[in-house]
């Protein structure tokens, strides 16, 4: 059974930091891209960052580039988001996700936690 299980949320005001979490289990995701996803209050789930199965390539969305750094532990089977720079816009149930690709660009997630809250206050 394939589990994916986030942690690191908080509340956290604007500028500051938080670094998310994500330990895999059920499935070799070490031969997999993986990949971080939030949704907002009253909005769909959106994409928002990817590395790919060697940890090579990432792929991010513009609103957090530069603030964000999505990496991975293929050892720990652990996926990580670090976010500095938060802002209030930044306030989303974020959910860690597993892909079917090897690619950080494939876009073929088909796992999911069950997410973590962060709130940004300003």
């Known amino acids: 059974q394939v589990q994916l299980v986030e942690s690191g949320g908080g509340l956290v005001q604007a500028g500051g930091s938080l670094r998310l979490s994500c330990v895999a289990s059920?499935?070799?995701?070490?031969?997999?891209?993986m990949g971080w996803f939030r949704q907002a209050p009253g909005k769909e789930r959106n994409f928002i960052a990817a590395i790919s199965w060697s940890g090579g390539s990432t792929n991010y969305v513009d609103p957090v580039k530069g603030r964000f750094t999505i990496s991975r532990d293929s050892a720990k089977n652990t996926l990580y988001l670090q976010m500095n720079s938060l802002k209030p816009e930044d306030t989303a149930v974020y959910y860690c996700a597993g892909s079917n690709d090897m690619s950080a660009y494939s876009g073929d997630f088909g796992y999911w936690g069950q997410g973590t809250q962060v709130t940004v206050s300003s």
């Open positions: 059920g499935r070799t995701f070490s031969k997999y891209a």
